[in-house]
């Protein structure tokens, strides 16, 4: 019997590309290794976001080239962002690879496997949806759900475009289906998975599908009985419109959390990385969503460091993360990317100036969510339950429906969900007890 393994890099959606990959080799009778070294099938899901990102690859890609002359008879993969980015070009700067494969090629790997050729092959057309191959959850009750690929907006400093192609969205019937399916089998929460979620569904007429939008498509996984809990990833502030934000309100599954990526609270700059709206309108998102939800818990992505920020802009960055408390942000040291825009622009800022601004910036998000987070101690919060806590193992680590990590002490096991009496929080846990009396009540 062959072993694969798999190394993921980058965002959830690679994280669900590989739950397909490892599902698609166990259908080809290949079972999982514990560690590169007793495998015989390496691979690699790339990103390439960032440089760091990169750079990061670049030494597993070096240790797996030690490990390929020591058992010449291994075989090494990379697929996902980094790998169609450089296509081709992979062999000849890593001689030592032996397939490589786009985001919409995974399904080519098991061909690749089961083909007689042994010559290097790269495969980097979009064929087909990764969410149609067979999936190996992470976790039982918790799954990924792959709507749409590619985006097309055009920010100009993301290499996403380039990468993961034109947006192309899956049929609401499909997607419905998968969902029943998982919810047979155990799964309770879900998180709908898109380069720019909102978006979904604009294309489906064009190819003569039934029409669906997003907000259509969480109703109809709201339906479905035995999920109770959705999550999405990533909105685009130009779509957040007032039905997907009504239906945070109205759909009892969809959970109180909205992750709306700013990237900066300059209408100059949001303007340079053609974001489509401007600071007033950003913030006109989120008083809508304080209007309809006000216990949203809101989070964000911003970019400290483009190219031409001033203290002007930043200060308006600043400023803006201040007036809406985020419950949680990432935050990225801007990275000039290959084929982008951005890395083209003459006033690129220096290094010290971005590690300056950054922390100043993360000392305001940090301040925020600490304060946001105590309107939950003294609450009995629905969590949903991981597993063991990471720093104490005799307590428990959950989630709560805003997405904050909450530790806990209790019984329960990892997929219940139990009522936790919350007793302190940080800025990014928080800390409680199962409830006594919910668990004596059911
Ligand atoms: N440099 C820094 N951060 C970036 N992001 C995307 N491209 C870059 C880049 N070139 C960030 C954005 C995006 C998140 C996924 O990564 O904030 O929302
Ligand atoms: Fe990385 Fe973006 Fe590709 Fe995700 S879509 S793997 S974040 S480059």
Redesign the pocket.
Known sequence: MKRYHVTT??????EHDSERMKGMLESIGYREAPDPDSADLILF?????REA?DSRFMAHLGHAKRRKRERPGVVIGVG???AQSVKEEVFRRFPFVDVAFG?GQVHKLAEFLTSDSLTAQGYFEFEGFTGELPQKRARDFQGWVQISVGCNMVCSY???PS??GREVSRAAEDLVAEVERMASEGVTEVTLLG?NVNAYGRDLGKRGLPAANFADLLARVDAIDGIERIRYTSPHPQDMKEDVVRAHAELGALCEHIHLPLQSGSSRLLKAMRRTYTRERYLDRVALIREHVPDCAITTDIIVGFPGETEEDFAQTLSLAEEVGYDGAFTFVYSPRRETEAATFPDQVAHDVKVERMERLVEVIQRGARQRAQRFVGRTLDVLVEGPSRKDPTRLRGRSRHNKVVNFTGLAQAGEFVQVDVTSATSQTLAGEESLVARATG
């Open positions: 890099f980058g965002c959830q959606m690679n899901n790339t990103c390439s976001i990102a996902g962002c980094w985001p993301c290499i996403v990468t993961r380069q």
